[in-house]
């Protein structure tokens, strides 16, 4: 919603037409993320931005023989204005910019950008205010209106289905805690966007039902040697630090870059619970958790252009993460007549983790012509090895009884590969065609050595001790075309995807699973301008996906997982694929998201349980089953103030209610539940080197599986002033400032009735220095010019 105009509503008198804006050097080197700015004549108050992508080029639609203003920002370049007439169809105007001196110290960027935007099918946010107050990828993804990051490192969109996480494009294929360990070894000025996809195109993975948010990290770009240095803190009952580089480079046709960032972690989370233990007992529970954690992040990388038509870079990242999380948990046991309690015991568990987490990747591009068509082949390997030994003890109190102790090594590796190859059309036409393959290949392998003590000595517990092993190969192919007609972008596509799964336990027992099948993913995609109402354009789209969600390796494996006495996670390696069918209704205004309304109908769906493990209901465990099916109905609304004056504010909200049908304990199954959350974003300029930002949520009536949350959310507030002619930025900052990320829940399903509560190290107060640094290769002074038009093919 935008505020503070009048209103009109204009026609749209003539057809628009596709201009392309091409910034290049002296060098005839295309100039990448450029700010290109178009004002109407003679009304120069309302105007479109965009930024030029990495072949310079920005498309704006504009209506012909009107005249309007090209601006043209950009760090390192001198800015330029020129006025023109649009004139023939889909026309492109090239501009060669002149470099400024060769220090980067006086250069002030004064385009402004808005935090989100929508851009087609996919909604970009600029993290630039969000670094300032950050110390990792992570913290960046909780600040960002509208998505939600749960405690267990789960990222919610649209849906109560997790989104999927990528890094430059290419998904992250670990278990839910592992991204979120590499996403808090992620330097947060290594970031250059983050895409987010509520309901992604046939070019992406079918396996994306609650949606994909993609982290683009930064690379070498044309501004001779830039960087930045960091280090900061926050405290709250323990303390984080990080302290990091981050280096750009070019040198004619070859940009590399290089990160790095050390950090130290250190949380805790309490757990409390109730829960009906047998007929006439309750079983209380109380578990508080540290976690201190040291983390090595390295990311690098070359490019290196060929020629004008090819262009080969290299990527690659090195996470080493070590954990020595401990966890203490008092049990008893009351009867509920009584109100005596017959057992009392405490549980202590040491997890010594060490994971190791490195990415390679090649990339070659070729441009086959001057609008945006290009071919792209990618190769990527991933391995992640990691090792944890586990030592547990449980102290019995009353009846007072010999401890019960035991350790444990665990072993798990996952290679994953990934060949894709993605060719783009563009016709001067205005059709786009879009057309890939991609094959991907995953191995798992998950060893555990259990030992528990007795009377005569340490023997292995053949009940946790196994070996599993999982492998997965997804082929791949799409096929989508999108063109302007009469006024509408209408884009259609459609995903073939040939699934292969096996998993195989060799110990404790012999079990064995295996699917192949081959399934269709169409997709859909409609836009149209509505109107204009005081110049802002005001744009409708209709999008509809089938999607397919596959259980990952650890929702499969069949190893038991002991938790406490009373508590255990198994895998369910009979657990099947669900299917989701999307559809959404939304509306943006001048690129910035408004209203959204859609319904997710799943089938089979699967989600984490907890049954009795036997019928004296004294042990319970945790696993994941498919319970039937699924229709959810949400809306989303989000209103803000057009970026650009001193004052920022994003506002929004967002309603999601589920049905869910089918059975759970061999019983009928009909749940119902419906949340809300709430979410804003402000930012107040209290002088030009001051930033004040103000950000938070609150999530009520919330539903986490089967779980009721009782109302929460975080308030979180920043200062930053920036010194040395704005090259050092200094910020302070408190996160959850009120301590209210933070719930009760309960559960009533089947036999397993439970309350408790949990809460966590949310409350801290942060320092974050970074200094920016820049040297420019000294070049010739040319002059700033716009070429005459020629037509785009």
Known sequence: MALGFGFYVSAQSARESNVHIKVINAAKEPVSFATVTILNVPDTIHKQQQVTDSNGLAIFHLIPMRPYVIRVTSVNYQPVERNVTIKGENPLYTITATHTTSSLADVVVTATKPLMRQDDDKTIVDPENLVASSTNAYEIMEKIPGLFVDQDG???????????????????????????????????????????????????????????????????????????????????????????????????????????QLSHRNSFEQLNTIRNFTTDSLLFQDAFTKYPAKTLYLGYGLGYELNKQWEFNYDGRLSYNKNN?????????????????TSSNIADVNNNIKSLNIAQSITLKKKL?????????????????????????????????????????????????????????????????????????????????????????????????GAYAYTE???????????????????????????????????????????????????????????????????????????????????????????DPYLYEIGNPSLRPQFNKNYEANISVNETPLLAVGVNDTKDIFTQVIYQADSSNSIAYRTWDNLGKNKEFYIRGLGAIPPGGRYFFVLGGQYNHN?????????????????????????????????????????????????????????????????????????????????????????????????????????RFGLNVRYNFGIRKKEENNLLNVESPEKAN
């Open 154 to 260: 789960n990222v919610f969109l649209s849906s109560t289905t997790p989104a999927k996480i990528y890094i430059n494009g290419r998904e992250q294929k670990m278990s839910t805690a592992d991204i979120a360990t590499l996403l808090k070894s992620l330097p947060p000025n290594a970031i250059a966007s983050i895409e987010i996809m509520r309901t992604p195109s046939a070019k992406y993975d079918a396996s994306s039902s609650g949606g994909i948010v993609n982290v683009v990290l930064k690379k070498g770009v044309k501004l001779g040697l830039t960087g930045s240095v960091s280090a900061g803190m926050n405290q709250g009952v323990y303390g984080n630090q990080f302290a990091g580089v981050n280096i750009n480079n070019s040198n004619g046709r070859t940009t590399s870059y290089f990160n790095f």
């Open 325 to 341: 999380n401990s966890s203490s948990n008092v049990s008893e046991i009351g009867e509920i007549t009584t109100h005596q309690i």
């Open 369 to 465: 012509d001057t609008i945006g068509s290009e071919w792209t082949t990618d190769l990527s390997a991933t391995f992640t090895p990691n090792h944890a030994s586990q030592e547990f003890a449980t102290h019995f109190y009353f009846p007072p009884r010999p401890d019960a102790r035991g350790d444990g090594q665990l072993k798990n590796s996952v290679n994953y590969f990934s060949g894709q190859t993605n060719l783009v059309k563009k016709y001067s036409s205005g059709l786009t065609v879009e057309a890939g393959l991609k094959s991907t290949y995953l191995s798992f392998h998950n060893t555990t050595d259990y030992f528990i003590e007795r009377d005569t000595g340490r023997v292995k517990d053949e009940i946790r001790t």
């Open 473 to 563: 190969n997804i082929n791949a192919g799409y096929i989508q075309g999108s063109k302007k007609l009469s006024g509408f972008l209408l884009k259609v596509g459609t995903r073939l995807e040939n699934t292969n799964m096996k998993g195989d336990q060799d110990a404790p027992f012999d079990t064995t699973f295996s699917i192949h099948r081959t399934d269709f993913f169409p997709y859909l995609y409609l836009s149209h301008q509505v109107m204009k109402i005081a110049g802002y354009e005001l744009r409708a789209y209709l999008v509809y996906r089938r999607t397919i969600a596959r259980p990952s390796y650890d929702f499969l494996n069949p190893a038991v997982r002991f938790v």
């Open 659 to 763: 049905f869910y049908q089918g059975q759970y304990e061999n019983e009928p199954l009909s749940y119902k539940r419906g949340s809300w959350t709430f979410f804003t974003y402000h930012t107040f300029k209290l002088t030009k080197l001051t930033m004040l930002t103000l950000n938070g949520f609150v999530r009520l009536k919330g539903q986490l599986q089967f779980y009721e949350l009782s109302p929460f959310g975080s308030l979180n507030f920043s200062v930053s002033q920036q010194f040395m002619k704005r090259k050092l930025i200094v910020s302070m900052s408190i996160v959850d400032m009120f301590y209210t990320n933070q719930n009760e829940f309960s559960i009533n399903q089947g036999s397993v009735h439970a309350t408790g509560s949990r809460k966590a190290d949310t409350r």
